[in-house]
C-alpha cells in the first residue's frame, strides 16, 4: 500500500510480536509523549485534527483513496457504504463541534500540562486541572471503524500516548488514520502505536496492561469480560459492551406528502454500514391509524432498499451469514402464506436485503446486513413493552415524529432508560458530543484535581 512501517500493524505479516517488543513500544508511547505532547495547547491539537479530516473529505486524498482501494476487501463494505460512512464521520470534525465537546466535558477547566494551567477557571478561591493517562491501550472491536477512530482522536485531545489493539483483520482504517496523524505532525504520530493479533495472546496483553494506565474496549461482554480480569487493579478499565438500538414512525408522519421522506430516513439507517453496529436499528416500530397503513410503510421501505442497493449495494458476507438470512427467510415466507398478518419482501437472488412485516411486538434481532423488522403498535407504549427485555442496553432510538411529540416522546425513553434518542436517518451518525452509552466521551478518560 505504500506506507512506511511507522507501526507495528505495518509490518508484513510474517514478522511476528513479543513482548519485549510490546513493552518496547510503550517505553517509547511515554517518552514521546512527555516531548510532543504533554504541553501540546487544545486549540493546536483541534486544528490538526480538523486538517486531517479535510484530508480524508478529498476525493482524490491520500488516506481516502486508499481506504476505498483496499477498505471493501478487508472490510466487507462496499465502497460507496465506506464512502458514505467515512464522509459522516470526519464532517463532524469541525472548531466549532471540538469546542461543543471540549466546552460539555469540561466546563472550561485547563490540563495540567499546559502553559495556562495557572490561570483561575472558576473562582479566585478554586481552581479545576485535568490531566489524561500517560499510557491509553484501546482494544478496538473488528465490526465498525469509527469507534476505533473516535478512540484515537479522544485519546489525543487528553494528551494521551495511545496503544491500539485491533482485532485480526480489521487494522486498516485505524492505520491510515494513524498515518494521516503522522503525516499532519510527525511528533503527534509518534505518541500512537497500532498493532493487530489475535485476542486472547496473554503474553503479548499482560505486558501491553501493565504498562497502561487506562484501557478502553469495545466487544461482546464475553470479551469485555475478559479483558477487565486481565488487568492489574491500578488500571482504569471504560468497556463498551453489546447494546441494540430501535426505531419508531409516529402516526402523524405516516401521511401521503412525508411517507416518501420516513421511508428514506429508515432505509439510511438500514444502509448505514450494513446494519452493523450498536446503532443501527434491528427493529423499526410503526404507529398505527396513520393516513399510510403500516403494511405499505414497509411495503415502500422495501422498495426504497432496492433502489439503494442499486448505488449503495451491501458489502459481500460470509456464507453462513448467507445461510442464516435465507433460513430466516424461509419461515417468514412460510408464515406469510398462512397468515394474513405475516408479510415479507426480500431481494431476488440474493440476500442482499429482507423486510418483514409482523404483528408480533416483540424486539427481535435481525441477522444484520439489511434485514430488518417492521412492527405495529398501537401506541409507543406497546413498543417499550416490546423491548422490556432489553431495559439498560438500548443505545439509540431512531424517531420520526412531530416536533412536539419528538420532545415528549424522548423524554419518555430518557426515563425507560434509552441512552440517545435521535431523529430517524442519524442513528448511525451520532454528533461529536455524543456520549457513548449515556456515558461523557471524554470524562471517563481523564482525572480531575480540585484546588480549594
Known sequence: MNLPDFFLADLPPEASLSPAIITEACHTL???RARHLATRRTDELVNILCEVAAGWLEPNGKFRRLALEKGPAETGFSRAVLANGLDDFFRRFTPENFQSLLDQELGGAVHVMTEDSLESVSTPNLRRWWRGPDLMVHIAAG???NPALMSLTLGLLTRSAQFMKCATGASLLPRLFAHSIYQADHKLGACLEIACWQGGNH???TNLFSEANCVTATGSDETLGNIRQQLPSRVRFLGHGHRASFGLVTREVLRQESIAQVVANAADDVVAWDQHGCLSPHVIYVEERGAVESDHFAEQLAVELAK?????PRGKIPVEAAATIASRRAIYETL???RADAKIWSSQNSTAWTVVFEHDVRFQYSCLNRF????????PAAALRGVDELQGRVSTVGLAAPPERFSELARQFARWGVTRVCPLGQMQNPPLTWRHDGRPALGDLILWTDRE
Open 143 to 145: 465490526n465498525l471503524p
Open 30 to 32: 511515554k517518552h514521546n
Open 203 to 205: 503474553p503479548l496483553e
Open 336 to 338: 406469510a402464506i398462512h
Open 308 to 312: 439503494r442497493e442499486m448505488i449503495e
Open 372 to 379: 430488518i423488522y417492521v412492527k405495529p403498535v398501537p401506541d
